[in-house]
């Protein structure tokens, strides 16, 4: 499975963007799909996840901000971002799993086996 990333850009805070994934190859409706982040000397870190059956999952630093969704008949998973602010500003990685993940695991970047090139999402303050 090849994931490709793009829409990523400068926003103003308090602005809207959408990340897209777009996948080739394997059965993609079938994969737990999800998306990290890194900013400059930090750690990749949890931002959403939406699994095989749709169930989506949040860090507690976006929830109510971002939402994760599908298009099984696209091969793609989108991240809408909205009220964004500065700390949200980083290169943003979408991630795929064909094996779930499990539930206790959506959160743990090794739970994934597939990643895209990232997009860098800039937020101006």
């Known amino acids: 499975v090849q994931l490709q990333a793009s829409g990523g850009g400068l926003v103003q805070a308090g602005g809207s963007l959408r990340v897209s994934c777009a996948a080739s190859?394997?059965?993609?409706?079938?994969?737990?799909t999800a998306w990290f982040r890194q900013a400059p000397g930090k750690e990749r870190e949890f931002v959403a996840a939406?699994?095989?059956?749709?169930?989506?999952y949040y860090a507690t630093s976006v929830e109510g901000r971002f939402t994760i969704s599908r298009d099984n008949a696209k091969n793609a998973v989108y991240l809408q971002m909205n009220n964004l602010k500065s700390e949200d500003t980083a290169v943003y990685y979408c991630?795929?799993?064909?094996?779930?993940?499990?539930?206790?695991?959506?959160?743990?970047?090794?739970?994934?086996?597939?990643w895209g090139q990232g997009t860098l999402v800039t937020v101006s303050s």
């Open positions: 939406i699994r095989y059956n749709s169930h989506t």
């Open positions: 991630a795929a799993s064909p094996t779930g993940p499990i539930l206790s695991a959506v959160r743990d970047p090794q739970s994934y086996h597939y």
């Open positions: 190859g394997g059965t993609f409706s079938r994969y737990g």
